[in-house]
Protein backbone atom coordinates (compact mmCIF):
# COMPACT_ATOMS: atom_id res chain seq x y z
CA UNK A 1 0.00 0.00 0.00
CA UNK A 2 1.02 3.60 -1.08
CA UNK A 3 1.04 6.62 1.31
CA UNK A 4 0.25 8.74 -1.91
CA UNK A 5 -3.45 6.59 -2.38
CA UNK A 6 -4.75 8.19 0.63
CA UNK A 7 -4.18 11.35 -1.86
CA UNK A 8 -7.73 10.35 -2.96
CA UNK A 9 -10.39 12.56 -0.93
CA UNK A 10 -12.57 9.25 -1.37
CA UNK A 11 -9.78 7.21 1.10
CA UNK A 12 -8.73 10.58 2.97
CA UNK A 13 -12.32 11.14 4.30
CA UNK A 14 -12.53 7.54 4.98
CA UNK A 15 -9.01 6.92 6.92
CA UNK A 16 -9.48 10.84 8.80
CA UNK A 17 -13.42 9.88 10.10
CA UNK A 18 -12.09 6.81 11.55
CA UNK A 19 -9.09 8.44 12.97
CA UNK A 20 -10.55 11.96 14.08
CA UNK A 21 -12.52 10.50 17.19
CA UNK A 22 -9.69 9.07 18.37
CA UNK A 23 -7.16 11.52 18.39
CA UNK A 24 -9.67 14.18 19.82
CA UNK A 25 -9.91 12.14 22.36
CA UNK A 26 -6.21 11.50 23.13
CA UNK A 27 -5.85 15.89 22.56
CA UNK A 28 -8.06 16.17 24.69
CA UNK A 29 -6.78 13.81 27.52
CA UNK A 30 -3.47 14.62 27.25
CA UNK A 31 -4.13 18.51 27.00
CA UNK A 32 -6.42 18.52 30.35
CA UNK A 33 -3.29 16.57 32.30
CA UNK A 34 -0.81 17.73 30.68
CA UNK A 35 -1.75 21.64 32.00
CA UNK A 36 -3.25 20.41 34.84
CA UNK A 37 0.46 19.21 36.27
CA UNK A 38 2.30 21.88 34.79
CA UNK A 39 -0.17 24.36 36.63
CA UNK A 40 0.73 22.00 39.99
CA UNK A 41 4.31 22.10 39.67
CA UNK A 42 6.14 24.75 42.32
CA UNK A 43 7.09 27.85 41.56
CA UNK A 44 10.35 28.65 40.51
CA UNK A 45 13.18 30.22 42.57
CA UNK A 46 13.68 33.08 39.92
CA UNK A 47 10.57 33.86 37.91
CA UNK A 48 7.65 32.33 40.48
CA UNK A 49 4.48 31.49 39.33
CA UNK A 50 4.93 33.09 36.26
CA UNK A 51 7.01 29.99 35.06
CA UNK A 52 4.12 28.14 34.62
CA UNK A 53 3.32 30.06 31.59
CA UNK A 54 5.36 27.97 30.07
CA UNK A 55 3.38 25.15 29.67
CA UNK A 56 1.29 27.10 27.16
CA UNK A 57 3.64 29.41 25.44
CA UNK A 58 6.21 26.78 24.46
CA UNK A 59 4.09 24.23 22.57
CA UNK A 60 2.17 26.96 21.19
CA UNK A 61 5.64 28.37 19.53
CA UNK A 62 6.57 25.29 18.69
CA UNK A 63 3.58 24.63 17.01
CA UNK A 64 3.37 28.23 15.22
CA UNK A 65 6.70 27.02 13.87
CA UNK A 66 5.87 23.29 12.95
CA UNK A 67 2.64 24.22 11.25
CA UNK A 68 4.01 26.51 8.87
CA UNK A 69 6.57 23.88 8.19
CA UNK A 70 3.83 21.16 7.81
CA UNK A 71 2.62 23.65 5.57
CA UNK A 72 5.84 23.63 4.05
CA UNK A 73 5.80 20.27 3.19
CA UNK A 74 2.18 19.71 2.06
CA UNK A 75 2.54 23.01 -0.66
CA UNK A 76 5.28 21.26 -1.90
CA UNK A 77 3.75 17.85 -2.69
CA UNK A 78 1.08 20.45 -4.45
CA UNK A 79 3.57 21.59 -6.77
CA UNK A 80 4.97 18.22 -7.15
CA UNK A 81 2.49 15.91 -6.97
CA UNK A 82 -0.52 17.85 -7.77
CA UNK A 83 -2.79 16.71 -5.47
CA UNK A 84 -5.66 18.32 -4.23
CA UNK A 85 -5.71 17.39 -0.55
CA UNK A 86 -2.30 17.98 0.25
CA UNK A 87 -3.35 21.76 -1.08
CA UNK A 88 -6.49 21.41 1.02
CA UNK A 89 -4.26 20.69 4.03
CA UNK A 90 -1.84 23.42 3.68
CA UNK A 91 -5.03 25.65 3.66
CA UNK A 92 -6.70 23.89 6.59
CA UNK A 93 -3.48 24.24 8.75
CA UNK A 94 -3.01 28.12 8.30
CA UNK A 95 -5.70 29.30 10.78
CA UNK A 96 -4.34 26.94 13.45
CA UNK A 97 -1.02 27.85 13.16
CA UNK A 98 -2.12 31.65 13.08
CA UNK A 99 -3.94 30.84 16.33
CA UNK A 100 -1.28 29.43 17.77
CA UNK A 101 1.31 32.14 16.60
CA UNK A 102 -1.15 34.61 18.55
CA UNK A 103 -1.26 32.38 21.76
CA UNK A 104 2.82 32.50 21.90
CA UNK A 105 2.83 36.40 21.12
CA UNK A 106 0.45 36.54 24.24
CA UNK A 107 1.71 34.48 26.11
CA UNK A 108 5.36 35.26 25.81
CA UNK A 109 4.33 39.18 26.62
CA UNK A 110 2.45 37.96 29.61
CA UNK A 111 5.49 35.77 30.66
CA UNK A 112 8.12 38.66 29.33
CA UNK A 113 6.62 41.82 31.13
CA UNK A 114 7.80 40.37 34.59
CA UNK A 115 11.49 40.15 33.58
CA UNK A 116 11.82 42.64 31.19
CA UNK A 117 9.68 45.27 32.53
CA UNK A 118 7.76 45.83 29.13
CA UNK A 119 4.67 43.71 27.04
CA UNK A 120 7.12 43.78 23.85
CA UNK A 121 10.77 44.16 22.69
CA UNK A 122 11.91 44.23 19.40
CA UNK A 123 14.30 41.62 20.15
CA UNK A 124 15.18 39.16 17.24
CA UNK A 125 13.43 36.18 17.75
CA UNK A 126 9.79 38.45 19.04
CA UNK A 127 10.48 40.01 15.72
CA UNK A 128 10.66 37.37 13.41
CA UNK A 129 8.01 35.58 15.37
CA UNK A 130 5.23 38.93 14.55
CA UNK A 131 6.59 38.76 10.83
CA UNK A 132 5.89 34.83 11.02
CA UNK A 133 2.26 35.91 12.21
CA UNK A 134 1.52 38.48 9.22
CA UNK A 135 2.61 35.76 6.84
CA UNK A 136 -0.02 33.35 8.20
CA UNK A 137 -2.10 36.28 7.80
CA UNK A 138 -0.99 36.94 4.54
CA UNK A 139 -1.39 33.42 3.41
CA UNK A 140 -4.80 33.06 4.57
CA UNK A 141 -5.72 36.02 2.79
CA UNK A 142 -4.42 35.14 -0.34
CA UNK A 143 -6.62 32.22 -0.31
CA UNK A 144 -9.95 34.36 0.19
CA UNK A 145 -9.09 36.59 -2.45
CA UNK A 146 -8.51 34.23 -5.05
CA UNK A 147 -11.30 32.71 -7.10
CA UNK A 148 -9.98 30.00 -8.71
CA UNK A 149 -8.97 27.11 -5.85
CA UNK A 150 -5.60 25.59 -8.33
CA UNK A 151 -4.46 29.12 -8.69
CA UNK A 152 -4.89 30.00 -5.25
CA UNK A 153 -2.79 26.60 -4.29
CA UNK A 154 -0.58 27.66 -6.40
CA UNK A 155 -0.35 30.91 -5.29
CA UNK A 156 0.00 30.08 -1.43
CA UNK A 157 2.41 27.87 -2.04
CA UNK A 158 4.67 30.20 -3.47
CA UNK A 159 4.01 32.24 -0.40
CA UNK A 160 4.58 29.49 2.06
CA UNK A 161 7.87 28.87 0.55
CA UNK A 162 9.22 32.24 1.45
CA UNK A 163 7.21 32.60 4.60
CA UNK A 164 9.95 29.22 5.88
CA UNK A 165 12.77 32.07 6.15
CA UNK A 166 10.60 33.86 9.21
CA UNK A 167 9.52 30.07 9.82
CA UNK A 168 13.28 29.24 10.39
CA UNK A 169 14.51 32.57 11.94
CA UNK A 170 11.42 31.83 14.57
CA UNK A 171 13.19 29.36 15.44
CA UNK A 172 16.77 30.06 14.98
CA UNK A 173 17.10 33.90 15.86
CA UNK A 174 18.72 33.96 19.35
CA UNK A 175 21.60 31.63 18.01
CA UNK A 176 21.96 33.73 14.67
CA UNK A 177 22.13 36.78 16.90
CA UNK A 178 24.16 36.79 19.95
CA UNK A 179 21.74 39.69 21.67
CA UNK A 180 18.27 40.13 22.45
CA UNK A 181 16.19 39.55 25.72
CA UNK A 182 14.45 36.76 24.55
CA UNK A 183 15.94 33.67 26.38
CA UNK A 184 17.42 30.40 25.06
CA UNK A 185 15.45 27.37 24.18
CA UNK A 186 13.47 25.85 26.98
CA UNK A 187 14.94 22.31 26.56
CA UNK A 188 18.26 21.82 25.17
CA UNK A 189 21.04 19.06 25.09
CA UNK A 190 23.43 21.43 25.59
CA UNK A 191 25.61 20.94 29.65
CA UNK A 192 24.35 23.33 31.96
CA UNK A 193 20.90 24.16 29.71
CA UNK A 194 18.97 21.07 31.48
CA UNK A 195 15.53 22.16 33.04
CA UNK A 196 14.66 20.44 36.26
CA UNK A 197 12.93 17.26 36.07
CA UNK A 198 9.80 18.72 37.88
CA UNK A 199 9.07 21.22 34.81
CA UNK A 200 10.20 19.30 32.11
CA UNK A 201 7.88 16.38 32.25
CA UNK A 202 4.58 18.18 32.48
CA UNK A 203 6.32 20.73 29.48
CA UNK A 204 6.73 17.57 27.54
CA UNK A 205 2.78 16.11 28.04
CA UNK A 206 1.85 19.91 27.42
CA UNK A 207 3.85 19.68 23.96
CA UNK A 208 2.54 16.15 23.13
CA UNK A 209 -1.09 17.42 23.69
CA UNK A 210 -0.50 20.82 21.42
CA UNK A 211 0.67 18.11 18.38
CA UNK A 212 -2.28 15.87 18.97
CA UNK A 213 -4.47 18.62 18.80
CA UNK A 214 -3.10 20.52 16.30
CA UNK A 215 -3.43 17.02 13.85
CA UNK A 216 -7.08 16.70 14.99
CA UNK A 217 -7.54 20.74 14.02
CA UNK A 218 -5.97 19.98 11.07
CA UNK A 219 -7.80 16.54 10.03
CA UNK A 220 -10.97 18.36 10.91
CA UNK A 221 -10.86 21.46 9.21
CA UNK A 222 -9.19 19.62 6.02
CA UNK A 223 -12.29 17.13 5.91
CA UNK A 224 -14.45 20.61 5.98
CA UNK A 225 -12.17 21.94 3.05
CA UNK A 226 -12.92 18.74 0.77
CA UNK A 227 -16.90 18.78 1.97
CA UNK A 228 -16.40 22.88 0.96
CA UNK A 229 -14.77 21.37 -2.65
CA UNK A 230 -17.44 19.30 -3.44
CA UNK A 231 -20.43 21.52 -2.81
CA UNK A 232 -18.66 24.32 -5.14
CA UNK A 233 -18.60 21.27 -8.08
CA UNK A 234 -22.13 20.45 -7.56
CA UNK A 235 -23.31 23.65 -7.34
CA UNK A 236 -21.16 24.24 -10.28
CA UNK A 237 -22.46 21.30 -12.05
CA UNK A 238 -26.63 22.38 -11.33
CA UNK A 239 -25.86 25.96 -12.41
CA UNK A 240 -24.30 24.33 -16.58
CA UNK A 241 -27.26 25.09 -18.94
Known amino acids: MSLWEYANPVKFMRLSGAVLPWLSAAAAVALVAGLGWGFATPPDYRQGATVKIMFVHVPAAMMAINAWMMMLVASLIWIVRRHHVSALAARAAAPVGAVMTVIALVTGAIWGQPMWGSWWEWDPRLTSFLVLFLFYVGYIALWSA ?82 RRRTAALIAREARP
Open 146 to 227: VEDPDSAADLTSVLCLVGSVFALLSRYAALFWNQGLHQGASLSVRAGERMAPVYKQPLYLCMLAFFLLFLALVLARTRTEIR
